[in-house]
């Protein structure tokens, strides 16, 4: 049995919003501000479930990249979810996630609706591996 003693959920997300802002031009929060202006891209949900071998402990974890854009606009939110997608599964390998190595990323599920007269709404979400170092 192995111990966890810890869950590498900020330090994966941090890596991600890292990716996501330095990589493109749209806006990136983990909280949206009161006076956020469309489009943007918001790191949503993660899950983590343990993948333990005998000797150490890595993770299968999910992050979710919400993508949103004004509703006449859908070119722009799908825009965003192919930067997001190609971003984050061609740079992962160069992610930080201290004490830890991502080593495998994929996007899992794309998604696009309008959510209501004032905005696009796209979903992604990524699976990620990670070993401890």
């Given at each position: 049995m192995i111990i966890v003693r810890d869950i590498p959920q900020v330090k994966l997300r941090e890596a991600v919003f890292a990716l996501l802002k330095n990589s493109q031009t749209h806006d990136v929060y983990g909280v949206?501000?009161?006076?956020?202006?469309?489009?943007?891209?918001?790191?949503?949900?993660?899950?983590?479930?343990?993948?333990?071998?005998?000797?150490?402990l890595g993770w299968d974890a999910s992050v979710t990249i919400h993508c949103w854009s004004a509703t006449k606009d859908m070119a722009t939110c799908n825009e965003m979810m192919a930067d997001a997608a190609s971003i984050i599964t061609g740079l992962y390998n160069t992610a930080q996630v201290d004490g830890y190595q991502i080593i495998d990323c994929e996007l899992d599920l794309a998604?696009?609706?309008?959510?209501?007269?004032?905005?696009?709404?796209?979903?992604?979400?990524?699976?990620?591996k990670l070993q401890k170092e």
């Open positions: 949206v501000p009161d006076k956020a202006k469309l489009p943007y891209m918001v790191i949503g949900a993660t899950t983590f479930k343990p993948d333990a071998s005998k000797n150490s998604e696009g609706h309008e959510e209501d007269e004032y905005s696009f709404h796209g979903v992604l979400t990524f699976l990620f």
